[in-house]
């Protein structure tokens, strides 16, 4: 199932890179449109400070936003309202468009994996849990266009705990569908992004 998830992810990027990579941004939180808002679901929300809900935005090039996302703001917040209070879930953040949507040939690069979520911290906007793998700032190249950022919200399976295995510490090329699978999570309950290109393209 988690392939075959990621294989129309795949599919839905090849569709529209050409589009979306010569998309203009303002200086206003435009909401993302077509196949990229449709990734959008699960009433999922990423909080960064001085910004706010960066959930299905285009971050604008402008008034420093980009700058502070690639250089100073640590990890946001992350709130899932319908989160269950007693399940425990697993947040990804991943890169696909690494080094660029036309040539993603680093897709996925890992920039965030946080297992053992508790439900009723996700409610309230906590990222308590075991860190698989920290927090990397979205770091897009100069150049290389918007860049896609996505978070993904999984419901454990009760008697698996989700971990890396020692080949897949590389943040580069990481095979999500597989430690997906192996981790027996299904599909995610919630999945939002924002898209964001380097400030200097």
Known sequence: MAKKYFASLFFLSLTSSSFVLTRPISCDF??????DASFCSGNL???????????????????????????????PRIKFPDAKPENLYTLIMVDPDAPSRAKPIHRFWRHWLVSDILGKDLQKGGVTGTVQSKYYRPKPLSHTGLHRYQFLI???????????????RTLASWDVAAFVNRSRLGDPVATTQFMAMNPRS
């Open 30 to 35: 435009d909401r993302l449109f077509g196949v």
């Open 45 to 75: 929300h990423v909080i960064y400070p001085n910004m706010g809900d960066a959930s299905c935005v285009y971050i604008p090039n402008c008034y420093e936003y980009s700058q502070s996302l690639i250089n100073v703001w640590g990890a």
């Open 154 to 168: 999984y419901k454990q399976h009760p008697q698996v705990s989700p971990s890396l295995l020692p080949r897949e």
